[in-house]
């Protein structure tokens, strides 16, 4: 499994907030699941998919295994995800 979270620390209503992605959707969902989140959180529709995750819930993160993201790693999984998204909406509206 390939979890990965940056360090961006936006500031946004009093808290630094970072990105989290994977691999594939499935793999970022059970993590994100087992960081407390949920998947409604998941920002499916941003021009690149990801978790917007506190600093602590990076932290927790990287103490359950992910690895620190550099923005090129972060922006290169996120296009997967996108291409996996637009991948099961093409499966969705064939059925």
């Given at each position: ?33 087992r ?12 021009a ?48």
């Amino acid at each position: 499994m390939a979890i990965y979270v940056d360090d961006e620390l936006i500031s946004w209503r009093g808290k630094l907030w970072c990105h989290m992605v994977a691999d594939t959707l499935p793999e970022l969902h059970t993590f994100a699941r087992r960081l407390g989140l949920r998947e409604a959180w998941f920002q499916a529709k941003s021009a690149y998919p990801h978790y917007d995750v506190t600093v602590s819930v990076r932290d927790r993160a990287l103490a359950m295994g992910a690895s620190l993201g550099d923005r090129q790693t972060i922006i290169s999984r996120a296009r997967l995800l996108k291409h996996e998204l637009a991948s099961k909406q093409v499966v969705v509206s064939q059925a």
